[in-house]
């Protein structure tokens, strides 16, 4: 990990213990996760947004002044509203997508959940992430939150990323072994 990315991450957690604590002192958990879900909403679909937090360009009074805006309209928790607040004086609006995942790790053990990461070829039906989530579960002894992409690239078949575990059954992976057994015997 490179050493800003560490210093990004350092300040995330510290931010992200604060809010949750103050969260779970209030009983509000539940209002927590949907201003995260707010947040990585607008993170994911405004390069505004993207560029205010992570430019030297804008003033604090800037960011802030934006910043409060945005959670106002955007209807966030008094907690959070406070802690983008702070965020945007301190000048480390920067922190705010290591921020996010801080608080969902934290949320997720919280609720006792796991989260896997499910590459597939193509995207999975309900039927099909709900059946993953059942035998994650019997395998994990914890709830599964699926967190699944497409990557048409692996052919067919799953990649699964469970914290550290990686289950590997796509095509291309197959493929790739035999390639490599081949080289072998030849």
Sequence with gaps: ???PASISS???ARYATAVFDLSKDGNELASLAKDIDAIDAALADSAELRDLIASPIFSRDEQAAVIGAVAQK????????????????????FVLPQLTVSLRTMLADENGEVTAEVASAKAL?????????KTLKAQLGSDVVIKA??????IGGLVV???SKMIDTSIR????????TMKEVG
């Design 1 to 3: 990990m490179s050493e």
């Design 10 to 12: 350092g300040i995330a």
């Design 74 to 93: 955007m209807k966030l928790s008094a907690t959070m509203s406070n802690t983008l607040s702070l965020l945007a004086q301190k000048r480390r609006l």
């Design 125 to 133: 039906t309900k039927a099909q992430s709900e059946k993953l989530s």
């Design 149 to 154: 992409t497409v990557d048409e690239s692996l």
């Design 161 to 163: 990323k469970v914290g």
């Design 173 to 180: 992976s197959k493929l790739s072994a035999l390639q490599n």
